[in-house]
């Protein structure tokens, strides 16, 4: 089990400020949310594997957690909970990416990338369910164009995505009549980690470090769509105009859609830098 020490810091927060989580809080795009939701007034706890650099203050509780550990993460979760007024958002942002064709592929990378991306976000919902409900909060999850659409030699991560989707667009409903909202925001490509894959010797790379991207985005804009289709009640957010243009053409022609992909993506498997 891993479970950092931060945690402790948690029992001076008393502010009566409202407390987004946020999985995956060191990443760059989780970082780069926090930092836009804390210059609105919130108060964010961010949990991830390494806590690193995040800086414990007023308004910013660092958590360090393995989050694929279930005994770790529940409590964690249990002391956020119990020490802070309310939980009012949870960001599901963690994740891994996998690049690489399914023939060159085995069972094991396919479930280290599911226990990450989804399961640890499953997990997650459950321990902050009823506190969500209590204050009639939201869920966000940070999907991605692989949760809609398929992406070439990326069918652990697109898989992985397209559960997640379907597991927070489903909880959508069942938290309606409890007053809480579960958005899904898609992004395309956001430069977090170009040149950086730290690739393993099953494909697994960190997120935002593929070279065959398109039309990237900075952590600052997609956190900036992203929060903005929020607080505008949006329940799925594309972000970026290829996620907005691969989302229609999806729902209009999914065969073009497959040309354009297999034109544009090269699905390289060995990320360089640029």
Known sequence: ?????????LETGGSALKTAVIS?????????LAAQLMAQGWHCVLMDLTTEGVTLGP?????QVDLTDPKALSMAAQKIIENRPSIDLVIYNAGVS????FDSSDENSHRRVFEINYFAAVNMARAFLLPVRKSRGAHLAISSVAGFAPLLNRTAYAASKHAMQGFFASLRAEEHTHGVRCAIAAPSF???NIGRPDRDDNGIVRPGSASDGLDYMTPEDAARVILSGLNRGRDFIPVGRVARLSYWI???????YQYLMRRKISGNATPSKP
């Open 250 to 256: 999806m729902r209009l022609s999914p065969s073009l």
């Open 190 to 192: 956001v430069a977090t």
């Open 1 to 9: 089990m891993h479970l950092g020490t931060g945690l402790r810091h």
């Open 59 to 63: 308004a910013c509780t660092p958590v």
């Open 24 to 32: 995956g809080g060191n990443g760059g795009l989780g970082r780069t």
């Open 98 to 101: 996998h690049i690489g064709g």
